[in-house]
C-alpha cells in the first residue's frame, strides 16, 4: 500500500510539474506574440513615411517584422514552435486590420462573411494546438528532424522554412481575398454563397477530424494503433483537406469581389494545395510508414483526402 501511494503522489507531482511547465510556456507565447504586434503596428505607422503606399505592401511589411521578432525569441529559447500559432493568428490579426482601414466605409456583408470564416478556422486552429502543446519542452517533430539533419545550419532552416515560408505563403492566401475588403461595387452573389458554404465545411472538417483524433488518441490502444473510424475511415487526412477548402474559399471570396484579381490571385490556393500535397502529405506519411505497420494497408485502403468509400486491399484481394 505504502508504495502505491508513493507512485500516485509521484503521478500528481509529475502531472502538476506538467501544468506548470505549459502554463510557463503559454506565458511566453503570449509574450512573444504581443511582441510581435507591438512590431507590427509600429511598422505600420513608419513605413508610410518611407513610401510604400500601397496597404497590401505595407500589411507584407508589417507581417515579416513580425515574423522575425518570433524568430527571435524561437532562437532565445532554442525552440522553433514559437512559430506554429502564427499560422492561425496571423491572418485574423491582418483581415482585421484590413476591416478597419481600407477607405470604403463600413464592412460589407461579405467582408464579414471573409472574416466570420478565418475567424471560426483560426481559433479552432489556435485551440487545438494550445489543448495539445506541452510546453517549451516540446518541438514539432518535423522541426526536430530537420536538426538533426543539418544541425549547423538548423537556424538558417528554421529562418527559411519554418517562418519566412509559412508567413508568406499564407499572405499570399490571405491576399486572394484582398477585393473582398475594397467594397469594389460587386454585389454578393452565388459565388460568395459558394465560398461561404465551402470555408464553414473546411472549418466543419477540420473540427470533425480533430476531435475524432483527440478522442481516439486519449483512448486506450495498443501500440501502432491507427484511427480508422470516422472521417478517417474515408480519407487519410480529412483535417488537410479542410485546411485546403479554406484557401480555397478565401480566393473565391476575392473572385467574387474582382473577377480581375483571379488572374494572379489563383496561384494562391493552388499553392496550398501543392505544398498539402507534396509536402506535409509525404512527410506525414513517411513517418507513419516507419511508426505503425499496417499504416501501408491504410494508404492502399483508403482515399488521400477526399472522403471515398474504402477501397478493397491488395492484401485483401490476395485472400479471395
Do not use: C
Not at 507531482?13 to 509600429?42: E, P
Not at 536538426?147 to 519554418?162: H, Q, T, V
Not at 465560398?195 to 480533430?210: S, T
Amino acid at each position: 500500500m505504502e508504495a502505491t501511494g508513493d507512485a500516485v503522489a509521484s503521478n500528481e507531482n509529475g502531472a502538476a510539474n506538467s501544468q506548470r511547465r505549459k502554463r510557463r510556456g503559454l506565458i511566453l507565447v503570449t509574450m512573444a506574440y504581443l511582441s510581435a504586434l507591438a512590431a507590427a503596428w509600429a511598422t505600420l505607422a513608419l513605413v508610410p513615411v518611407i513610401s510604400i503606399e500601397s496597404l497590401l505592401y505595407r500589411t507584407l511589411a508589417a507581417n515579416l517584422v513580425a515574423t522575425f521578432v518570433i524568430f527571435g525569441w524561437s532562437v532565445a529559447h532554442d525552440n522553433s514552435s514559437f512559430y506554429d500559432p502564427y499560422w492561425s493568428l496571423g491572418p485574423i490579426a491582418i483581415f482585421l486590420y484590413w476591416m478597419n482601414v481600407t477607405p470604403t466605409g463600413a464592412p460589407t456583408l461579405r467582408t464579414w462573411a471573409v472574416f466570420g470564416v478565418i475567424v471560426a478556422w483560426g481559433m479552432r486552429l489556435t485551440f487545438n494546438w494550445a489543448r495539445g502543446w506541452s510546453g517549451l519542452d516540446h518541438e514539432d517533430w518535423r522541426y526536430v528532424n530537420f536538426r538533426e539533419m543539418s544541425p549547423r545550419f538548423y537556424w538558417a532552416i528554421s529562418l527559411g522554412g519554418i517562418h519566412l515560408f509559412p508567413t508568406l505563403i499564407v499572405f499570399a492566401g490571405l491576399a486572394a481575398a484582398f477585393p473582398a475588403f475594397l467594397n469594389s461595387g460587386h454585389e454578393p452573389g452565388w459565388i460568395d454563397l459558394l465560398a461561404l458554404g465551402i470555408g464553414l465545411m473546411g472549418v466543419w472538417f477540420e473540427w470533425q477530424a480533430d476531435r475524432q483524433l483527440r478522442a481516439f488518441v486519449r483512448s486506450d490502444k495498443k501500440s501502432g494503433a491507427i484511427l480508422r473510424s470516422g472521417l478517417w475511415r474515408y480519407s487519410r487526412h480529412p483535417n488537410y483537406l479542410g485546411e485546403i477548402l479554406i484557401w480555397w474559399s478565401l480566393f473565391l471570396f476575392g473572385l467574387s469581389a474582382d473577377p480581375a484579381w483571379a488572374a494572379w490571385a489563383i496561384g494562391a490556393p493552388l499553392s496550398m494545395t501543392a505544398m498539402f500535397l507534396f509536402a506535409s502529405i509525404p512527410m506525414l506519411e513517411k513517418r507513419s510508414l516507419e511508426r505503425r505497420p499496417g499504416y501501408q494497408r491504410v494508404i492502399d485502403e483508403t482515399s488521400i483526402l477526399i472522403p471515398l468509400p474504402p477501397r478493397v486491399s491488395k492484401t485483401d484481394s490476395e485472400r479471395r
